[in-house]
Nanobody
């Protein structure tokens, strides 16, 4: 059974930083395309960043230069380092693991950027 458990969300002031973690069980993150998505109230879920099994990272234009996606294969965990946070980054952030036969989601973690 696949489990993706996000952590690290919270309340942060504009300009601050957070690091999200996605701990996986039931899959090996290094052989999946792993991604972070977010959904703000009243908006559609959108891709924030992804990393392929080959290590290629892709970012939404809105977070380029501020967010960094990474993966620790030994811990079977994916991360999202978020710097220079803005109020527009406020959303529930979801972890995703995808391959040709599976598309799995975590439960999400709330990130709120507010003064």
């Amino acid at each position: 059974q696949v489990q993706l458990v996000e952590s690290g969300g919270g309340l942060v002031q504009p300009g601050g930083s957070l690091r999200l973690s996605c701990a996986a069980s039931g899959i090996i993150v290094s052989i999946y395309t792993m991604g972070w998505y977010r959904q703000a109230p009243g908006k559609q879920r959108e891709l924030v960043a992804s990393i392929t099994s080959g290590g290629n990272a892709n970012y939404a234009d809105s977070v380029k230069g501020r967010f960094t996606i990474s993966r620790d294969n030994a811990k079977n965990t994916m991360y999202l380092q978020m710097n220079s946070l803005k109020p527009d980054d406020t959303a529930v952030y979801y972890c995703n693991a995808k391959n040709s036969v599976r598309n799995s989601w975590g439960q999400g973690t709330q990130v709120t950027v507010s003064s």
